[in-house]
């Protein structure tokens, strides 16, 4: 028995990264899976290595700007599994840019998927978690939804307005055993950093490259790995955080402590 079998959890942005890596531990853990994301390919190989797993999955892809979308996908969970116990909250982006150089169309895009997507997608599912006698939603914060971040305003912004969905979101729905936390990943090494320009002085960046930048400010003197973001989540989701609501879990090697 795994610590998700039965149940049912949508994992929304599980083509790459956190989202990914959560997948493939879920499906380890026994749940049924509704994974998410627009990259069709990308998201039909990680549907596979569910199902290699054990697990059934199914991929929907999915923009979740688009209302139409997020509703699709709770629609088809419904279809394939009749219920839904756990909402995994993940699909993010990450813009830079202080409040002068920041474009309107990179604010309003942030704000809609990183914050009214996770809003809808949470008013979507809650009938269903009801249903169920109860539920987890886990939202992907980061560490800058508790502190302040240079040349990133609306991705700050974004996460700080994530950290208050969680909060009040609980607090709305604990009655009803709907627990809302959140990860607060720090950096945490994803392929997305391998792309050409993500980091301006070391492109194209290695592994080395990026650890040794990492050094310099992380106490733990490393990035995270997606896994070790996984682990925290199928905590949050799992019943071993069963008195756990409202809760942003940093996990950030000790970047917000210091
Ligand atoms: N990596 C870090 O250092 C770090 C730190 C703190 C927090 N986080 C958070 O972790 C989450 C996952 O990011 P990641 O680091 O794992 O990067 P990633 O590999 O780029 O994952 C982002 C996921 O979101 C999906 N996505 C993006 N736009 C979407 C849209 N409009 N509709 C549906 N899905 C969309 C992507 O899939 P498609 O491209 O296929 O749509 C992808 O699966 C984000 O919320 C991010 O803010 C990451």
């Known amino acids: 028995m795994g610590k998700l079998s039965g149940k049912t959890a949508i994992i929304t942005g599980a083509t790459s990264g956190i989202g990914k890596a959560t997948a493939l531990l879920f499906a380890v853990e026994g749940a049924n899976l509704i994974l998410t994301g627009r990259r069709t390919e990308l998201g039909k190989t990680v549907e596979k290595e569910c199902r290699n797993r054990g697990a059934s999955a199914v991929f929907v892809q999915a923009d979740h700007t688009r ?19 756990i909402l995994f909250n993940n699909a993010g982006i990450v813009t830079k840019g202080g409040a002068e ?3 309107e169309q990179d604010w309003h895009n942030t704000l809609a998927l990183n914050v009214t997507a996770v809003w809808r997608m949470s008013r979507l599912v809650l009938p269903h978690l009801r249903a169920a006698g109860g539920g987890a939603i886990v939202n992907n914060g980061s560490d800058w939804a508790v502190v ?35 990860v607060c990943p720090g950096d945490t090494f994803v392929e ?15 592994m080395e ?12 003197k490393r990035f995270a790995r997606p896994e070790e973001i996984a682990r925290v989540v199928l905590f949050l989701a799992s019943d071993d955080s069963s008195f756990v609501t409202g809760h942003l879990l940093l996990t950030d090697g000790g970047n917000t402590a210091q």
């Open 101 to 103: 150089s920041v474009t």
């Open 148 to 182: 302040g971040a240079r040349d990133a305003l609306p991705y700050a912004v974004s996460k700080g307005a994530v950290a208050q969905l969680t909060r009040s979101m609980a607090l709305d729905h604990a009655h009803e055993n709907i627990r809302v936390n959140a």
């Open 67 to 85: 209302a139409e979308d997020c509703e699709s996908v709770v629609q088809v969970a419904t279809q394939q599994f009749g219920n839904i116990h």
């Open 209 to 220: 490259a990026a650890m040794q930048e990492s050094a310099a400010y992380i106490p733990m």
């Open 192 to 206: 997305r950093w391998l792309e050409k320009g993500y980091f301006e002085h070391s492109d194209p960046v290695t």
